[in-house]
Structure formats: structure tokens, C-alpha cells
């Protein structure tokens, strides 16, 4: 996807002029906000925002972390890629990113080949075909969303309640990091008591019916799982 209109927060001038620069010269139209003061004037416009790089720690009325809370409670913005940058390292750290609704975790000092890469990534058209009844097509497998049926090189697989959710949580955005807790929150209800080692274990069966597609499904030490980039 080019010139996609992108908007960086980050209150570093020097980090916020690279990024700048390396977006542009991949054609991207690229706004600049230095703390979520600036960010909001930008995301009142009517002119939308195809994707937000931000700092969690910034200067002002609210953290990073806090905004991309703000912008997944607004109907414009709930489902706009989010990439968070941060010097922030550990594990809680990204979990606590990912579960505000970021989609991607980049820590400080970064190479700005990774962050147009992983830009890339959360721009991308995803060449899954989406049929009139909701059918994900990756070639060696399909997911009918509606019908609750997967298809893995045409033979027809039997999966629970529960690998079903699990599987088409992360069909449907592929490249995107879930955390066990994401999981855990989508799966409430079914009367089972579900913890994080659960959900390794719904993962675990679900790679072994799955078979030749298996490798499809990514593990993210530490954090969680994603559904592998289809392009």
C-alpha cells in the first residue's frame, strides 16, 4: 500500500525526523506530533490516518500507551494499524502494548530497515480471498468464518468450539500479535475455566489437526502468537 498517510508521535526530534525521512522515501504522505497534544488536531481532521507510529513515553496529556487506548474507542480508529515504538524492553512491557490495542512493538535503538519493514507489514492489502460468505482463502487452507469449517488441502478438518475461535482470531489478521489473554477474553463463556496454559494447549492441538498448515501459526516467546504474514 503506497502513499499511505501516516502519522508519527514521538517527542525525540532527532528519531521523529528518521522516521520521517525513511517513510517519505518510500512515498508515504507522513504527519509529525510531538506529544498527543499535536496528535489529536491531526486525528480530528477528516482527512484519515492509514497508520499511527507511536511513542509510548511522551510529553503532555497522556502517554502513548493511553492514546492508543483512546484511538481503539473511537469508531474511525478501532481497527487502524497501530506501530508503538519504545525503550521499554521487557515482556510486561509489549504484553501491556499489545493488550492497549497496538499492533506491533519496535524497541529502542531500532534499524529503520525494520521499522519500513514491519510498516509494510500492518500497510499491506492481505491477498486473502474473502468470498460472499466469509471464507478466508490461503490456498493450502480455508476458513469458512460463517460455517465454522476449515478446509487444509481439501479434506475437511474437525476442530472444537474453542480452535475454531482460536484459529479464526488469527486468520482474520494475519501478522498481528495476540496475547494469551486476548485469547482468553475472546473464548469467555463457554463454562471452562481458561488460563494461559490453556490456551498453549488449544494452540498445540489445534497445529496437530491442522498438519501441512501447522507452521502457519507463530510463536511469539513470551507474549503470545500470530498468524503468519500470508505475502
Known sequence: MKNATILVIEDEQDIRDLISFQLKSEGHNVLI??????AITYVERPEKIDLFIIDWMLPGVMSGLEFTKKLRGQKNYKDTPIVMITALTQPENIVAALDAGADDYITKPFDLKVLEARVRVQLRELKVEKTDDDTLDFGLMKIEVAKC???VEKDEINLTSTEFKILSMLAQKPGHVFTREQFINNIQGENIFVTGRTIDTHIAGLRKKIGPAANMIETIRGIGYR????L
Open 33 to 38: 506530533a510531538e506529544s498527543v497534544d499535536k
Open 149 to 151: 469449517r476449515v478446509m
Open 227 to 230: 498468524f503468519k504474514d500470508v
